[in-house]
């Protein structure tokens, strides 16, 4: 069965430091593509990033990068220098190209970034 | 550019009564269409999706329902709501296949539903 599994129900973070979210995957689907978003406390989900399985190097837009393992089954986000702003939930979510490209989504990490 | 609403933002309704939360996407064009809900503190989960105008799936049994009168608009209701119904109702968009990152989706300001 596709599962996304986050393991860090919470993570703190100095300002201007970086930090690794970590998502892992199960699926037996060769396409997919794995996804991040920011929901602030407003609600509002914002679409961060995405990898899709064939894409060879790793996704990048700005501040945000997905370390992309396939052989592990993993896709950790990472946030460099981190600002106040970042602090929010984030939740990793994978895509199925053959169910209509509905999304699975883990249980997310609540970051804090420190001033 | 596209943007996608929901209305209302917040809305309380006591048991029983009937529910119609309204999504509308602006700016594309035969977009797929769907709808989550997250409990809180939770993730979010699929109730249904749209690939096109009458095309429903359904995800999760349960006493909601959804329908696409139009392109670009997508409803979910109920006739009658439960407890279990409370939470975090969001719309979501995503280009229609064949695009580039054609399955990106995009959500909506969200609506809160609590049941009394």
């Known amino acids: 069965a596709q599962k996304i599994t986050q393991t860090q129900p919470g993570m703190f973070v100095q300002e201007k430091e970086a930090v690794t979210l970590d998502c892992t995957y199960d699926?037996?689907?060769?396409?997919?593509?794995l996804f991040w978003y920011k929901q602030p406390s407003s609600g509002e989900m914002i679409f961060l990033i995405y990898q899709g399985s064939y894409d060879e190097q790793n996704a990048t837009e700005g501040r945000y990068s997905l370390n992309f393992q396939k052989a592990r089954k993993s896709a950790n986000l990472v946030i460099s220098a981190s600002q106040l702003g970042d602090s929010a939930m984030y939740f990793c979510a994978m895509s199925l190209y053959n169910q209509g490209g509905k999304l699975i989504f883990g249980q997310g990490t609540e970051l804090s970034v420190k001033p | 550019s596209q943007t996608i609403h929901q209305w209302p933002a917040t809305l309380v309704q006591p048991v029983g009564s009937p529910l119609s939360l309204e999504c509308t996407v602006e700016?594309?064009?035969?977009?797929?269409l769907y709808w989550y809900r997250q409990a809180a503190g939770r993730g979010l989960q699929l109730l249904f999706y749209s690939v096109g105008i009458g095309q429903i799936s359904s995800e999760v049994p349960q006493n909601l329902s959804a329908s696409r009168p139009q392109d670009r608009q997508f409803i979910l209701s109920s006739k009658k709501l439960l407890l279990s119904d409370s939470g975090f109702y969001l719309c979501?968009?995503?280009?229609?296949?064949?695009?580039?990152?054609?399955?990106?989706?995009?959500f909506g300001p969200g609506t809160r539903l609590t049941v009394l």
């Open positions: 979501a968009w995503s280009p229609p296949y064949g695009t580039s990152r054609g399955d990106t989706q995009y």
């Open positions: 700016g594309t064009s035969n977009p797929n």
């Open positions: 699926t037996s689907d060769q396409s997919y593509g």
